[in-house]
């Protein structure tokens, strides 16, 4: 049965650092065509994401930076908001973890998994600096991984294998405060969350989801998750986060991995507060079984999605777990990993300046590492939008639109669009468009988006191949002809690409604004093609100048691009 709403997240911005194309394609594009395609469908869904604003590294790098906790976590929202809206991805919330709203849901969570003895305090050994006298939780150490032995492993996460790290078994260890290696072993105690007594119930849910979940997820956290779950520390003894709401228990914080999640919740119930909905963001939306819930994220992000947030929603009775988390796997850049340190790196805000949304979402999207990593490489950036986006589907549409308008300035008849709809032509575009949206409904993008570059090397055939410039001078009534079911394929191509470049798909729906509805847009998405008769029912005038929809990447500025890798 098909869901009646559908709650789609992406994960939570780390706001420590600009975003760079490995996090768009990781979770937020994917996400972002997703909620689009479920609208242009008539479905009801709710896209939530916001920053995640706690943790060591956001304490270490505002020290660094000399500015208060709050003010740096606010600059780092702020871009990043700019960033996704220049990128044309469009949250109905993107909220902050440092915000009260959220603190009182998080509180809500913590009290009933306490309440229900699924949160309790155990003794772990903690790394401690006898240099500069500071505890060494998570970010505050780093060192060697003890299962693949990469060098630069963080004390909570290993970026190279992906495993969930315990410090106090890192490798030549180094506190991230001094740079000493002058570090010992300590006793603390800490609140964990009780995940070993969640394993039956977690399996039980889990193995249901074997052949709905992708090959690269599935296997993973089954590998992980046969044999038993672990507990997991949630509190660190700090200055920033949220208070653990328990007696005695002044300094321990609630740390990310706990409270991050929860943010889902907490920004999908201020969006519907501040929205005037009358809707309840858990009985209607978290706890509802005809809600779809998809997490959006990276492969680094796994464990909390997949074991972790889905135990802490069952257990706690506050909501459902996903029921999809498409994973992304890793993109590199140029073959290798992106880094901001060594300065092989792309600035994301800086790219999008520069090259703008279509040119960007288009190849991202291409490239998308759903099963496999993959790569960002300047000359293909450049060969994809060039060959594919310009010449293809660019040139298509320049010149259909332009001869039209230059030889039927009065407008094409209602007669020329007669029986399209219903002719091989537009009985074959009825079938790809239907196709488009199977592909999305099955979270496959790269697939879609293929579909939809198929359907403009259709259009640019036939155009092509009945060469109009040509018939016109022996026959101008079957150019007509020949430029109205041209038309036709533009207007599809407009309503197909609406999901994948939006910005793109609004210049082309602009010029034929007047004759064709929302509705007739979300109609002819899904294949309706005989709404073409309804919009052509008056015949069609371009009444506005037709420009170059998709402008060229220069050779000069994709060479300076990889010089700037090299130095």
Known sequence: ???????????????????????????????????????????????????????????????????????????????????????????????????????????????????????????????????????????????????????????????????????????????????????????????????????????????????????????????????????????????????????????????????????????????????????????????????????????????????????????????????????????NLEGKQFSKSTGHYVDALDAVNEFGQDALRYYLLTILPETTDSSFSWDQFQAKVNNELANNIGNFLNRCLKFTQKNWSEGLPASCFAGFADSDEGKLISSELKEINEHLDQQNFRKGIEKVMALGNKANNYFSEQAPWALIKEDRDKAAIVLAQSSAYALCLGAAMAPFLPELSSKILNHFSGIITEDQVKRLYCGEVTVLDEVFANGHILSIPVDALVPKILDEVIASKKDVLKT
């Open 1 to 331: 049965m098909q869901a009646k709403k559908y709650l789609i997240t992406s994960a939570l911005p780390y706001a420590n650092g600009p975003i760079h194309f490995g996090h768009m394609v990781g979770a937020y594009l994917s996400a972002d065509v997703y909620n689009r395609h479920r609208r242009l469908q008539g479905q009801e869904s709710l896209f939530i994401s916001g920053s995640d604003e706690h943790g060591v590294a956001i304490m270490l790098n505002a020290k660094k930076a000399g500015i208060p906790y709050q003010e740096y976590v606010d600059k780092w929202h702020k871009e990043h908001g700019e960033v996704f809206d220049k990128y044309g991805v469009k949250f109905d919330f993107f909220g902050q973890t440092s915000a009260d709203y959220h603190a009182e849901e998080t509180v809500k969570w913590f009290k009933v998994l306490h309440d229900k003895e699924y949160i309790g305090t155990q003794d772990s050994r903690q790394l401690y600096c006898n240099d500069c006298h500071n505890h060494l939780p998570d970010r505050f150490v780093e060192g060697t991984c003890y299962v693949c032995d990469y060098p630069d492993a963080r004390g909570d996460e290993c970026p190279n294998c992906g495993e969930f790290i315990e410090p106090a078994k890192l490798k030549n260890p180094v506190c991230k405060i001094c740079s000493s290696q002058n570090i010992k072993e300590v006793s603390v105690t800490q609140y964990y969350l009780l995940l070993s007594k969640f394993h039956k119930e977690y399996r039980e849910w889990f193995e249901a989801k074997k052949d709905s979940w992708r090959k690269t997820v599935w296997p993973f956290v089954d590998s992980l998750t046969k044999e038993g779950l672990h507990d997991r520390a949630i509190t660190r003894d700090l200055d920033w986060g949220i208070d653990v709401p328990l007696p005695n228990t002044e300094g321990k914080k609630l740390y990310v991995w706990f409270d991050a999640p929860i943010g889902y919740v907490s920004n999908t119930k201020k969006y519907l507060e501040d929205s005037g909905s009358q809707e309840d963001y858990l009985k209607d939306w978290w706890q509802n079984e005809d809600v779809e819930l998809s997490h959006f994220i990276g492969k680094d992000n796994i464990i909390f999605h997949t074991i972790i947030f889905p135990c802490m929603s069952m257990a706690s009775g506050f909501a459902k777990a996903a029921d999809k988390v498409p994973a992304n796997q890793f993109l």
